[in-house]
């Protein structure tokens, strides 16, 4: 994961660049989601009574995530398998929720490289890899 810079040549043979987020082939929850979980989200996300009763640690994220009903919006579940856009945690981290806040809360917005990983690794299926 990282960025990549792209320029394109106009027919007018004026020029336009910019700078975009890419993504590795394959996303895993061990490799490259739970980092961000580990980094981002665990200061609260944590402990024997996380809030919502979500647990993002090691270990913890995937049963607490995938499958799981969300507990702000019950129609929603926190992580639905190959759809990012029915997936609650993607709400709340983009900021498009109905409830709460955007997370994480502190520390500022998720990356734009790290939203498209968490998505990818949710379209691949949101495996426990």
């Given at each position: 994961a990282g960025t990549a810079q792209i320029t394109v040549t106009n027919p007018d043979m004026t020029m336009s660049s910019?700078?975009?987020?890419?993504?590795?082939?394959t996303v895993t929850l061990g490799s490259l989601v739970q980092p961000i979980f580990s980094s981002r989200c665990t200061s609260c996300h944590a402990g024997g009574v996380p809030p919502a009763g979500l647990a993002l640690t090691t270990g913890d994220s995937h049963a607490a995530l995938v499958g799981v009903a969300s507990t702000q919006v019950p129609a929603l579940q926190r992580v639905n398998a190959g759809n990012p856009a029915e997936s609650y945690l993607v709400d709340k981290i983009v900021g498009t929720h109905?409830?709460?806040?955007?997370?994480?809360?502190?520390g500022g917005p998720l990356t734009a490289t790290q939203i498209a990983l968490i998505r990818e690794w949710i379209s691949a299926g949101a495996l426990d890899n």
């Open positions: 910019a700078t975009v987020p890419t993504i590795p082939e109905t409830v709460g806040v955007q997370m994480p809360p502190s």
